[in-house]
């Protein structure tokens, strides 16, 4: 049968950036074109504080009248400057944040985690993050899985498919949140850690489901930028 190809993400991470890092995940659900909003201010804007400007910034921070292009300012400069006052007013500001703010406000408070990580220790750390965030040492996937032949899975099917998943899943320390039916096909959301190859574990998956039955289609969608609306899945399958 064709297979996926072969990859994991921790092996290329570690091409990277090298084996010494340790990685972190950042568990938050955080759209991606915020996520490259916030870098590119990160790299346009950002500049570390001093440790004696951080009491001004703290409560310029806390200022209702700070507009959001300010805080932004503050909060990608906070996050590149390694105190741990820092990383505190960080803290405390990701617990109350609110509205349009509350995404960079935690994309800040866990980039400086890193920074404070790799400063205080020997090994240097690494902040992956995706638009599906994750749990633990795991990350989210959203994944499509197709009848091969029919146009629904039967009830038998669904069975069949659901223990399969469940025990590939487990055997590499993963889990299955949702699955969702559809006419024509089915959604899942999933937590994999890191180091475990996608392509091997859900060629598993298909063998056994189509040794059993011969029902599941090798073609899949799987993606970590976002959970898709049953639209955008039946535009995508539309266009093969």
């Not at 064709?2 to 759209?31: F, P, R």
């Not at 029919?150 to 009830?155: H, L, V």
């Not at 298909?206 to 930028?225: A, H």
Request: glycine residues 6%.
């Amino acid at each position: 049968m064709a297979k996926l190809n072969e990859d994991n993400i921790y092996g290329l991470i570690q091409n990277l950036l090298g084996k010494e890092h340790d990685i972190s995940i950042l568990q938050e659900v955080i759209d991606v074109d915020t996520q490259m909003a916030y870098f590119d201010h990160v790299h346009q804007q950002g500049k570390a504080f001093m440790a004696e400007e951080l009491s001004a910034v703290e409560a310029k921070l806390n200022d209702s009248t700070t507009d959001l292009d300010g805080l932004r300012n503050i909060l990608v400069c906070l996050a590149i400057t390694p105190k741990v006052k820092a990383y505190r007013i960080l803290e405390q500001f990701a617990e109350r944040a609110e509205g349009e703010i509350h995404s960079w406000a935690i994309m800040a408070f866990q980039e400086s985690r890193v920074h404070i990580q790799s400063s205080l220790g020997e090994q240097p750390h690494a902040l992956i993050s995706s638009g599906m965030g994750g749990e633990g040492h795991r990350l989210r996937y959203f994944v499509v899985v197709q009848p091969g032949s029919a146009t629904m899975f039967s009830e038998p099917q669904k069975a069949i498919l659901e223990k399969e998943l469940n025990f590939s899943l487990n055997k590499v320390d993963s889990l299955l949140e949702h699955i969702i039916y559809y006419d024509g096909f089915a959604c899942l959301t999933v937590l994999i850690p890191l180091q475990i190859s996608l392509p091997n574990l859900f060629n598993e998956v298909i063998e056994s489901c189509n040794l059993l039955g011969g029902f599941l289609s090798e073609k899949m969608i799987i993606t970590n930028v976002k959970a898709l609306e049953e639209a955008e899945v039946r535009s995508i399958l539309s266009k093969g």
